[in-house]
Nanobody, 124 residues
Framework: QVQLVESGGGLVQAGGSLRLSCAASGRTFISLRVGWFRQAPGKEREFVAGISRGGSSIYYSDSVAGRFTISRENAKNTVYLQMNGLKPEDTAVYFC?????????????????WGQGTQVTVSS
């Protein structure tokens, strides 16, 4: 089993920045690929960013590319999502998710482990 805990959400004005953290436990962290997803009210959960097990492969959704940066610090069992240039449409609950397979994935069914989510609200 893998436990994931997100932190770092909050309220920020448009154009501002936040850094989300996802702390993992229960399994060797470097064996996990990790994705960030988000879900706005009334909408489906959508992929935001992903990072491979070793960190060599990083990928983003078109809506956040160039503004968000995903990274991992294996020594701390933590993945980060640095969010810059935030927009009101980025408002959502942000979730991190983990999976033990190799390669990329942007679909929620591929990730069996999920955190509880952290709220990000961007005011205009």
């Amino acid at each position: 089993q893998v436990q994931l805990v997100e932190s770092g959400g909050g309220l920020v004005q448009a154009g501002g920045s936040l850094r989300l953290s996802c702390a993992a436990s229960g399994r060797t962290f470097i064996s996990l690929r990790v994705g960030w997803f988000r879900q706005a009210p009334g909408k489906e959960r959508e992929f935001v960013a992903g990072i491979s097990r070793g960190g060599s492969s990083i990928y983003y959704s078109d809506s956040v590319a160039g503004r968000f940066t995903i990274s991992r610090e294996n020594a701390k069992n933590t993945v980060y999502l640095q969010m810059n240039g935030l927009k009101p449409e980025d408002t959502a609950v942000y979730f991190c998710a983990a999976d033990g397979r190799m390669g990329r994935s942007v679909t929620t069914p591929d990730f069996p482990y999920w955190g509880q989510g952290t709220q990000v609200t961007v005011s205009s």
